[in-house]
């Protein structure tokens, strides 16, 4: 038999990639992808010792994800089944096991092993991120304002400059890893890597440590720093201060610092997203006769025109009188809800006022004790 009849007679044998990860020809990356680390979990040879089928099995899934997750050979396998593909790799159809394989799929094997097949070397660490409360006034959370505050951080020890030996000496290469960062460890048949244990992945071991800072390469120190906390802040907001956090480690950059709002609680208002909340108190014979009233808004006070039988509870409603939106432009609304007092004391002469008040006073005057008593009488209880 022909070298070419082999040839075809093997990719006749082949089955749909498709068919293989048990997926739809229109499938997307993502579902790919997905698909492929489901079976592939289920029949990755550490999970199936000795059981040649299920290696068998995930060579075939592999296969079929290399193709499938390259939007080229896809194309091919689509317009010309396996055919399409031979000759594009070391395999028939294309595939390929060395080292454009591993890479393709180092993210995956990090979902088996926990641990990248190509992790390389640190170039450094990044700093961690900070936190810090900040309180500021109602006003100070509208308007806008700048804070100064001082916080500890991690900085670069201005001794060893950050490397953490002490001046005049220079670290040696690791013995374990030979200065690579990285030692190598067997994972069935792929060759795996991860940092290594004795110098943490840096590839340097420090003999002499800065005195400084302990080889750390990084002191704690107070920063003072200014910062500017926009217009329309709400409470709980977190504004993020990148690079203001701990120093990084061995070149690596820094962490970003964290501010948290905490806005104080205001006399008159109460704020609901951009809207801005307030009672005022009038006086009992102001909201029945109608009259105006002084009410406080953000940009100071301002008269508000109290119609004749104002009920408790009415609200009056100032457009734009609000909090400016943050980061947008415009501004949120004032609303004014009247609180009407019943007052605590009167003299004789208020008595026979309010008397003759009540006498000249008519049922329609009063619309929901009349509505109250139309219902009572024809309320009767349970009788015992």
């Keep these: 038999m022909r070298l070419e009849e082999k040839s075809n007679k093997r990719m006749a044998l082949k089955r749909d990639y498709y068919e293989v990860l048990e997926i739809t020809r229109d499938a997307s990356p993502e579902e790919i992808k997905k698909a492929y680390r489901k079976l592939a ?5 550490d999970r199936n010792p000795g059981n040649r089928e299920a290696e068998e099995k995930f060579k075939e899934l592999s296969e079929a994800y290399s193709v499938l997750c390259d939007s080229e050979k896809r194309q091919l396998f689509d317009q010309f089944g396996h055919a399409g593909l031979s ?13 454009s394989f591993a890479d393709m799929f180092s993210d995956i094997f990090q979902d088996f092993f926990g641990v990248s097949r190509t992790h390389r070397r640190q170039q450094g660490i990044r700093g961690d991120d900070l936190r810090y409360r900040l309180e500021v ?6 308007f ?6 001082r916080f500890p951080r991690l900085t670069e020890c201005s001794r060893c400059l950050g490397d953490g030996v002490e001046p005049g000496y220079t670290p040696v290469a690791c013995h374990v890893c030979g200065g690579r960062g990285e030692v190598l460890f067997q994972q069935s048949f792929f060759t795996m890597s991860r940092p290594c244990p004795n110098c943490g992945g840096r590839g340097k071991i420090v003999e002499k440590p800065c005195t400084a800072c302990r080889g750390e390469g990084r002191v704690r120190k107070e920063k003072t720093l200014t910062v500017r906390i926009p217009q329309g802040v709400n409470d709980g907001t977190r504004l993020r201060i990148r690079g203001e ?21 205001h006399p008159f208002f109460h704020r609901e997203n951009d809207d801005n909340l307030c009672e005022v108190p009038t006086q009992m014979e102001l909201a029945a006769a109608g009259g105006r009233i002084e009410v406080p808004t953000l ?26 939106r943050m980061g947008r432009n415009g501004k ?9 007092e019943i007052p605590f004391k ?10 003759e008040f009540t006498g000249e006073s008519k049922p329609s005057n009063y619309k929901a004790v009349e509505d109250f008593y139309k219902k009572l009488s024809g309320f009767k209880g349970r009788k015992k």
């Design 137 to 142: 006034d109602f006003e100070e959370a509208v």
């Design 144 to 149: 806008g304002v700048q804070k100064e505050i």
């Design 346 to 355: 009167l003299s004789r002469k208020q008595k026979k006022l309010l008397e």
């Design 299 to 324: 940009e100071g006070t301002v008269e508000l025109k109290i119609p004749a039988g104002t009920q408790p509870g009415q609200v009056f409603h100032f457009k734009g009188k609000g909090v400016p």
């Design 41 to 45: 979990v289920q029949f990755h040879p």
């Design 332 to 340: 949120g609304d004032q609303y004014v809800r009247v609180q009407v």
């Design 87 to 99: 000759g594009n790799g070391g395999f028939p159809g294309g595939f390929d096991f060395g080292n």
């Design 245 to 265: 956090g701990d120093c990084g480690l061995g070149g690596g950059e820094s962490g970003d610092l964290f501010v948290q709002v905490q806005v104080r609680p």
